[in-house]
């Protein structure tokens, strides 16, 4: 693994992220307004519930309200992904109908991953047998913190050979790396490890997304494009409940990796609130009067 890292060198310096995080903010009062763009980000959401008190009911009348959403609003986007705990997959299978709406669920021991190997492997396997399409992991943040680097590696390679072509986002928990050398580190490691995504955080811990964490992770995922051909996503998650909020990582991606990556198969945020607040947004833009809208 080391000798992976050393084909690609943390960046001297990256003094830049405070200025491009400053123009991406400066121009949100313009794009906050262009209903095309939030729902472009709407788009891009996967929409999450991950709490203790889930359960078979709570969930089927989750993913009802995705289906039903075409028809209560035909003129928006529909989410990219619904993301649930693995336990639920089968409910995703057999209850969610939009084609395009990807079943994807947390796996490998989230939020912590911290257990065997073995059942990281065994309940991966299990939810994309139960219907799931998408698998989001955390990478062991612990190990990798220690220097463990070949371990942490090994382990995504592992869940990646399980799932071969279903996408796999794997979650650095960027709160916990706390310099930008940390995240690029991880950033790398994990996409060469086989990640067809890499993603802030699980919103269990903070602090969770932040745009300075997002940007490392965008410079690398360039980086990694430039060198491999590769084209790797990154999802931003934690915290994300706004427009204003959303608006700074949609404008990160467009900044460093243009508009290739402003599509949902190469950009997501993980959310729970933003749904319902974009959605709000979007038609108080289109129908001139504010309206407070609470579908999901």
Not at 50 to 56: F, K, T
Not at 104 to 116: D, I, L
């Amino acid at each position: 693994m080391e000798v992976i890292l050393e084909n690609f060198p943390v960046p001297a310096e990256f003094a830049e992220m405070e200025k491009l995080i400053l123009g991406v903010k400066s121009n949100i009062q313009q794009e906050i307004t262009n209903s095309e763009i939030l729902k472009l980000i709407f788009n891009c959401i996967d929409l999450t519930t991950l709490s203790a008190i889930d359960s078979a009911d709570s969930v089927t009348a989750f993913v009802e309200k995705v289906n039903s959403f075409a028809v209560s609003y035909p003129e928006m986007p529909e989410v990219a992904a619904v993301c649930l705990f693995p336990v639920f997959a089968p409910v995703l299978k057999s209850v969610l109908k939009r084609s395009n709406v990807k079943k994807a669920v947390v796996s490998a021991g989230f939020p912590s991953s911290q257990t065997f190997t073995d059942v990281k492997k065994l309940e991966t396997k299990r939810a994309i047998e139960f219907g799931a399409n998408e698998i989001d992991i955390v990478l062991s943040v612990g190990e990798f913190l220690e220097g463990n680097y070949d371990f942490a590696y090994e382990e995504v390679v592992a869940i990646k050979d399980v799932i071969q072509d279903i996408h796999l986002k794997v979650i650095l928990e960027t709160g916990a790396l706390k310099t930008p050398e940390q995240i690029w580190m991880a950033s790398l490691l994990c996409m060469e490890a086989g990640a067809d995504f890499i993603k802030t955080s699980t919103g269990k811990m903070q602090p969770a997304a932040t745009p300075e964490a997002f940007y490392v992770m965008a410079r690398a995922v360039k980086e990694y494009h430039q060198k491999t051909g590769k084209k790797v996503g990154l999802k931003a998650a934690g915290g994300i409940s706004t427009a204003e909020d959303a608006l700074i990582y949609y404008g990160v991606v467009k900044e460093v990796l243009g508009n290739d990556w402003l599509n949902n198969n190469l950009f997501r945020i993980g959310a729970s609130r933003l749904a319902n607040n974009l959605l709000s947004d979007i038609l108080s833009i289109e129908k001139g009067e504010r309206e407070e809208v609470k579908f999901f």
